[in-house]
């Protein structure tokens, strides 16, 4: 079975017809799996929409292009007017009031295969108001995700999948423990609601879990969601370890794939696939090798 | 809406006037420009500001709520195309998204149309320029204005070019498809990316023919799949396909923003009249809303109403469960307003600064009738305009300021509404400026309503006297000290109504009974009626 086919069934089980796909970085092979994705769906004749929820890379400063995608009549796709191409022209369906550096986010489909710039709104708030838009005018949204941008995905039904890649971490440890904590945060259980619990309404930082640590806190720490869970690699494995961060709006994170090779250094892709697959617990593919790596 | 001179910030805080532009907003990005061109009508204007509002009176009971709301709906969704139609007049060649705008523009227009057509009030917006674009663009559209796709309908030459195109796409893709599978068929996988790792440990002799390593590692390599001659020359005639078909899709475009460009300028008078629908509509709204009738616009400087509301305070009661007493007016020149604490004084005189106001800008006035000059300037002076402590000035200080302000700019037509108006100074000399103050404005003559607790000002000014009723009764404290509680007993028995009086019939002062019913301790306040007695 394809990697594309065995992600799509795994997001699919269960979810509400939309996937993010969210990467630990940059280069973390987000495009590739949104493309094996994508394929699988249009393979089985889904009408697929696509937004993407991150940067800009022009804004990194690094000047290269967002990656194209090759994309087949009747998808629908969120793209901009500033980079929205003249050819092959596309059927555009609504321009929005959303504004990005790039113009105002518009609502195109398909007519022409070819290769394609999707991009998204700056904000979660813009982002869950182009989901629902996109929902109602496909069977699958899949959303291009950035680690930065998690707050898109609050109450969210949709499945999650974590990209993790070569480029993010000097070793593979390292960028496993990355990944490992980053589904961690996003895998925060559901709360108990008969059992005593602190509720954190804004971000739960570094700050207030070294107070609840220090406090010997045993309740529940109830946060809204998990993109509230502002903590990273050591600091995330160090709460969850010693806290019970729970969440109100659990997430469906349902597989984690890996990219080896990356523009700076290259990880052993079996043991790299390995490595995120043990950090993570989650069925792990390698969008590269097109297997699953463990 | 601009406040122009007609009236300072503070002034235009305290009688409602972001209230009213709030309540009076169109939607549209149209009707936002033409909104803000909108000035209040000045003295000799009167007719043009009795029609605008009998006009809005009219249109609000012409067009039924459901029409209006769906007027509204189109106008809060008809996207603004003045830029596309600049760019156009200059030689651009407009964007798919700019069509899908225009076609949208031009259809809601057309919507507008309809809904409006039988209401007698507006003339069609849709011009013979509106239709001409709308028709052009609309050329091989499967639905209703909610799409835009560059079609082949508008060009037999764009739709040949999108056949060779097709099929040169197709050519290539067949040749890399048939390179591609064999290549996976021999690394024994289902497909293969743009890039591919292929393990060292799993490959079975060499790496298959048209495999392009891109990199190399100890247990991997990482390839790309390599195009063959006939593939490459494929690929070749796809690109030059691709930019034909480009090329052929800019001449339409380029031929669609001709039409555009030489409509242009019928289409923005067409998009402005949509503006001053979307102002009109809006202030429709406002009317049906609020209960709104036309008021009579007076040469004289004048300003009467009945039952008239202050409807910033109105919304406000209402989210409390209370009902605002509708007042009586009728201010010919300076008077004199008296009235217990907490009975309304201010209230009347943001009514009479509300009504003057919407009249100024040929509103409807939420009244059952209301006749008002248009007045060079509307004024508030002393309670509520500066509420700071501190600084250089005192409050007495900055208050004769503002009436130096007044005096200097000298407007022909003067409204001045003044709520205790030196009532920081003593008694003695508060009540003195009082009188001078009248009399200055008798003398311009001004509509002044001026309110005070100091007694005699109107019989020493000459000026007439109007009167809060007041409290119908002392009502008893409850014991329930909570603020909403004390409020609505209170409530209950004021009568909160302004009848003009005579000297002898103003009212008493209430202070030491609210004073009580607000929760001051039984000591206190009996310590205070002993010194009244004194």
Same mark, same amino acid.
């Given at each position: ?37 994508? +394929? ?64 105002? #986010? ?32 496909? =069977? ?57 619990? #602190? ?34 690699? $050591? ?23 890996? *990219? ?5 250094? /290259? ?10 697959? @043990? ?12 297997? $699953?790596?463990? | ?75 809060? =969704? ?34 507008? =149309? ?12 849709? @011009? ?24 082949? *309908?508008?060009?037999?030459? !764009? ?9 040169? &796409?197709?050519?290539?893709?067949? !040749? ?35 495999? &392009? ?22 690929? /070749? ?58 008021? =009579? ?11 008239? $509301? ?19 007016? $009728?201010?010919?020149? *300076? ?5 217990? @604490? ?64 007044? +005096? ?24 003195? !400026? ?7 404005? %008798? ?9 005070? &607790? ?14 809060? %009723?007041?409290?119908?009764? #002392? ?7 909570? #603020? ?51």
């Amino acid at each position: 079975m394809r990697v594309g086919d065995e992600l799509l069934a795994l997001a699919k089980a269960g979810g509400d017809g939309t996937i993010f796909v969210v990467g630990i970085g940059r280069d973390a092979g987000k495009t590739t799996t949104v493309r094996a994705i994508y +394929f699988a769906a249009v393979r089985k004749k889904l009408r697929v929409a696509l937004a993407s929820v991150g940067r800009d890379r022009g804004t990194l400063g690094d000047g290269a292009a967002k990656p194209r995608l090759w994309l087949s009549p009747g998808t629908c796709f969120v793209s901009a007017v500033g980079v929205l191409p003249q050819s092959p022209a596309c059927r555009v369906f609504r321009v929005s009031s959303l504004q990005t550096p790039s113009g105002n #986010i518009l609502f195109a489909g398909v007519e022409t295969p070819g290769p394609y710039e999707v991009t998204g709104p700056p904000t979660a708030a813009g982002m869950r108001d182009v989901i629902a838009e996109l929902r109602e005018r496909s =069977d699958l949204v899949i959303v291009d995700g950035a680690v930065d941008r998690v707050a898109a995905l609050a109450g969210t039904r949709g499945a999650v999948i974590v990209a993790a890649g070569a480029a993010d971490s000097a070793t593979v440890a390292e960028t496993a423990l990355d990944t490992g904590a980053l589904v961690a945060r996003l895998r925060v259980p559901g709360f108990d609601a008969e059992a005593p619990g #602190i509720t954190v309404e804004n971000a739960l930082t570094e700050t207030l879990v070294g107070r609840f640590i220090a406090e010997r806190e045993s309740r529940q720490i109830v946060v809204n969601d998990p993109t509230q869970i502002a903590l990273r690699g $050591r600091a995330a494995a160090e709460a969850f370890a010693r806290l019970r961060i729970r969440c109100r709006r659990p997430l469906r994170v349902v597989a984690a794939t890996v *990219a080896s090779a990356a523009a700076e250094r /290259q990880f052993e892709p079996v043991d790299f696939g390995t490595a995120v697959a @043990n950090a993570t617990q989650l069925p792990t593919f390698d969008v590269y090798r097109g297997a $699953r790596a463990a | 809406m601009r406040r122009s001179k007609l009236l300072d910030r503070p002034t235009a805080e305290l009688i409602g006037f972001s209230w009213l532009v709030d309540a009076v907003a169109p939607l549209s990005a149209y009707g936002e420009r033409s909104f803000s061109e909108v000035t209040p009508f000045l003295a000799g204007d009167e007719s043009a500001a009795r029609s605008r509002a009998r006009r809005i009176v009219e249109l609000a009971a012409a067009l039924d709520p459901g029409r209006l709301e769906a007027l509204r709906a189109l106008l809060r =969704d008809v996207p603004d195309v003045a830029a596309a139609l600049a760019g156009a007049a200059i030689g651009d060649v407009l964007s798919d998204p700019a069509f899908l705008e225009l076609r949208r523009f031009c259809a809601t227009l057309a919507r507008v =149309d309809s809904l409006v057509a039988d209401s007698g009030q507006f003339e069609p917006l849709c @011009n013979a320029a509106v239709r001409g674009v709308g028709d052009a663009l609309a050329t091989g559209q499967r639905d209703d204005a909610t799409s835009f796709y560059l079609a082949d *309908a508008f060009d037999d030459g !764009l739709a040949v070019a999108r056949q060779r195109r097709a099929d040169a &796409h197709a050519e290539f893709q067949a !040749l890399r498809g048939r390179e591609e599978q064999r290549i996976a068929a021999a690394l024994d996988r289902e497909d293969l990316g743009d890039e591919f790792i292929v393990m060292r440990g799993e490959l079975r002799g060499d790496l298959p023919a048209g495999v &392009h390593v891109i990199r190399e590692a100890p247990t991997y390599f990482l390839c790309r799949a390599q195009y063959d001659e006939a593939t490459v020359t494929a690929l /070749q005639r796809r690109d030059a396909a691709d930019r034909s078909a480009a090329q052929a899709e800019e001449e339409v475009r380029a031929r669609l923003s001709v039409v555009v460009r030489e409509r242009a300028v019928e289409v923005s008078a067409a998009g402005a009249a949509l503006g001053e629908l979307d102002v009109l509509v809006a202030a429709a709204v406002y009317a049906r809303r609020h209960g709104c009738t036309a008021p =009579d616009i007076s040469a004289e400087p004048t300003l009467e109403f009945e039952q008239a $509301r202050f409807l910033p305070l109105e919304e406000q009661l209402a989210l409390a469960g209370r009902e605002f007493t509708a007042l009586d007016v $009728r201010l010919d020149g *300076a008077a004199v307003l008296t009235g217990p @604490n907490m009975g309304g004084k201010s209230v009347c005189l943001q009514t009479c600064g509300f009504v003057a106001l919407c009249c100024a800008y040929g509103l409807p006035v939420p009244a059952t009738r209301a006749r008002a000059g248009l007045f060079d300037q509307i004024a508030w002076l002393g309670l509520g305009r500066d509420e700071r402590i501190g600084g250089l000035l005192s409050s007495f200080a900055r208050e004769v300021l503002a009436l130096k302000e007044v +005096f200097e700019r000298a407007a022909p037509r003067l409204l001045l509404l003044g709520d205790e108006f030196a009532r920081t100074t003593t008694p003695h000399e508060g009540r003195a !400026l009082l009188i001078a103050l009248l009399e200055r404005l %008798r003398s311009r003559s001004a509509c002044a309503m001026l309110a005070t &607790h100091l007694g005699g000002v109107a019989a020493a000014s000459g000026a007439r006297h109007f009167a809060v %009723r007041g409290l119908r009764s #002392i009502p008893q404290p409850s014991g329930d000290e909570r #603020i909403e509680q004390v409020l609505a007993t209170l409530g209950a028995s004021m009568d909160y109504r302004v009848a003009e009086v005579g000297e002898a019939e103003s009212a008493t002062g209430d202070a030491i009974a609210l004073a009580d019913l607000l929760g001051l301790d039984r000591d206190f306040i009996a310590a205070a009626y002993r010194a009244v007695a004194q």
